[in-house]
């Protein structure tokens, strides 16, 4: 099935058509609701390719659906990321991406205005699993720099924060990682993608509470993670546990 990219096409265009399938199932207009927990195969065969070959396509419910599906390669269109990975929340976004790229000894480098939950998991319940947080003034890139070792790995922040609205300069907070080999994460909640697309400046993640402007009607709680493929594979595999 061939799906609409319109990667140059306008940010309206791209929000309402990228990721969807050009001609649907049963000819609808928009993209059919699938409730389904499992997923059928044809024939003996049709599994045996699947196991084999590695061929994509829907098998269980926990680790993805179809309409997520859509939600996905739509806001990676919007982001300009090669993947984007859907959650309950952002704050399960954070959990999956922290949880799978730190290990014990491993350290993460917060600005002070993030978000006072994220900053609490990582320094209270990653804390658990040996993995240590330092919290440096936000915009504060001498101090970010400063609090960076051989044991950091990843750096994070909002732009704008919440509740503050300071605006990072992208370009060299990933600066800092580069030159340390350190990922970086970018949480543009408050930004959304029509502001700014953090990746265009060389970070690596970047992540949303899609509860807020992405949803926009107080009536849906979600979150997304975007980035590179290759990046992301295992965080993907994660969230299917």
Known sequence: MEFENHKTKGSATRAVHSGEAAH??????TDPIVLASTYTFVDTQSIIDYIEQGKSREEYGRYGNPNEAVVERKLAALEGSEEAIVYSSGMAALVGLVMTKLNAGDEIVFFDECYHRSREFCAQHLA?????????????????????????????????????????????FAELGQRHGVETLIDATLATPYNVQPLSYGIDYVLHSATKYLGGHNDLLAGVICG????????RNLRGI
């Open 24 to 29: 649907k199932a049963l000819d609808s207009i």
């Open 128 to 172: 658990r699993f040996g993995v240590i947080t330092r919290q440096v003034e936000a915009c504060n890139y001498e101090a970010m720099d400063a609090a960076i070792n051989q044991n950091t790995k990843l750096l994070v922040s909002e732009s704008p924060t919440n509740p503050h609205l300071s605006i990072v300069d992208l370009e060299k």
């Open 228 to 235: 590179s493929e290759k990046q992301l594979v295992d965080v």
